[in-house]
């Protein structure tokens, strides 16, 4: 977040902008890079400590906060605090219009019409790999299923160039799917 600090009737220190950096961590924060750029200024009347701060957040959204006191640390604390509450709101609008991730399930179409589909019925389907087709011989792939972790290999024969699957049985013995024709 861009910050520019200005004071009117006050020399704005190292000291007083490191102040405000303190003050304004917890809101930038927050916001993240949704903070888009801040204006503060400070202002002297007679013994009253004047804060302002604007922050500008993406989608034209412009939070404000303002403090009289007497000293600098306790008037940019407050404007800061007014930033930090309409900085929550805000986020809190942010979070509620974001739209939930819902699996989407299918329903898998019945030869007898239109009925409920009942647990048995409905499928899932879950990609937990993806798997690279090599050429390798049939031996090549009876060693490369020991290997893995799934149990099988899916790979291209050179022999027939057509690809194939191998895998363990469930009686130790190794099975080969080959597409007809």
């Known amino acids: 977040m861009r910050l520019t600090v200005t004071g009117r ?10 102040l405000v ?13 949704r903070a888009v750029s801040g204006h503060v200024e400070l202002s002297l009347e007679k013994i009253r400590h004047v804060a302002e701060i604007l922050v500008h957040a993406r989608g034209g959204h412009l939070l404000q906060g303002r403090a009289v006191t007497t000293s600098w640390g306790e008037s940019v604390g407050d404007a800061a605090d007014h930033i930090v509450q309409q900085a929550e709101t805000l986020k809190g609008k942010w979070e509620t219009r974001k739209r939930a991730v819902r699996p989407v399930k299918r329903i898998a179409a019945s030869a007898s019409g239109a009925t409920f589909p009942t647990a048995e019925t409905v499928r899932r389907i879950v990609r937990a790999k993806r798997y690279s087709v090599k050429p390798m011989s049939l031996d090549q792939a009876a060693a ?3 290997e893995t972790e799934d149990a099988f290999v899916v790979f291209r024969n050179p022999l027939t160039d057509v690809v194939s699957v191998m895998f363990r049985r469930g009686d130790g013995d190794l099975g080969l799917i080959e597409p007809q024709g």
Request: proline residues 0%.
């Open 21 to 33: 950096e303190k003050k304004l961590t917890r809101m930038v924060r927050m916001l993240g890079t």
């Open 144 to 146: 490369a299923v020991g």
């Open 9 to 18: 009737h006050v020399v704005v220190t190292t000291r007083i902008r490191q």
